[in-house]
């Protein structure tokens, strides 16, 4: 709040539009005195650094701090490239395709690792790098062409399978 006493220069501090007692000069969000400190003006108002750097940047969407420098936009958040990767392998997302599921980012090969369709005899997943791999349905079972052993006649009947 402004005290509308006149400022003379040599008591006063000037910003771009106004000028106010060393005084009076608070951060418009805490309200610490930044008259003797770095401070600056958004939008006609005076505010500290550290609550000007959380007014003007975007905070990251994984660790919410300010996103000043490098910022990696997606799914309408902002994020630092150091947070911006795999919740399970860590591996960075930049530039990459990329799944989420319960708002949590995933790797194409992790995804598929955890949601997608696998293999019902070594549970991996039927794609790897981004490609379909060959499988073989049987009744509700779904198998790599290398995983399917026939129970009976114990052998690989490798001329049998499909792509999904």
Same mark, same amino acid.
Not at 77 to 100: A, R, T, Y
């Given at each position: 709040?402004?005290?509308?006493?006149?400022?003379?220069?040599?008591?006063?501090?000037?910003?771009?539009?106004?000028?106010?007692?060393?005084?009076?000069?608070?951060?418009?969000?805490?309200?610490?005195?930044?008259?003797?400190?770095?401070?600056?003006? $958004?939008?006609?108002?005076?505010?500290?650094?550290?609550?000007?750097?959380?007014?003007?940047?975007? =905070?990251? $969407?994984?660790?919410?701090?300010?996103?000043?420098?490098?910022?990696?936009?997606?799914?309408?958040?902002?994020? $630092?490239?150091?947070?911006?990767?795999?919740?399970? @392998?860590?591996?960075?997302?930049?530039?990459?395709?990329?799944?989420?599921?319960? =708002?949590?980012?995933?790797?194409?090969?992790?995804?598929?690792?955890?949601?997608?369709?696998? @293999?019902?005899?070594?549970?991996?997943?039927?794609?790897?790098?981004?490609?379909?791999?060959?499988?073989?349905?049987? =009744?509700?079972?779904?198998? $790599?062409?290398?995983?399917?052993?026939?129970?009976?006649?114990?052998?690989?009947?490798?001329?049998?399978?499909?792509?999904?």
């Amino acid at each position: 709040m402004l005290c509308m006493r006149s400022v003379y220069d040599d008591v006063g501090v000037s910003t771009q539009e106004k000028q106010y007692h060393k005084s009076c000069l608070k951060c418009a969000t805490c309200l610490m005195n930044v008259a003797s400190k770095a401070f600056y003006v $958004h939008e006609g108002k005076a505010y500290c650094e550290q609550d000007y750097i959380a007014l003007v940047y975007p =905070g990251c $969407h994984v660790c919410t701090l300010p996103v000043t420098q490098e910022v990696i936009e997606a799914l309408g958040n902002s994020f $630092h490239p150091e947070c911006f990767v795999c919740v399970k @392998c860590s591996k960075s997302l930049g530039g990459v395709k990329f799944l989420v599921k319960d =708002g949590k980012l995933f790797c194409e090969n992790d995804f598929n690792q955890i949601y997608g369709v696998t @293999c019902d005899a070594c549970k991996q997943s039927f794609v790897l790098d981004g490609q379909p791999q060959e499988c073989l349905k049987v =009744g509700d079972k779904t198998f $790599h062409p290398q995983c399917f052993c026939c129970t009976v006649l114990f052998y690989f009947p490798l001329n049998l399978f499909f792509f999904f």
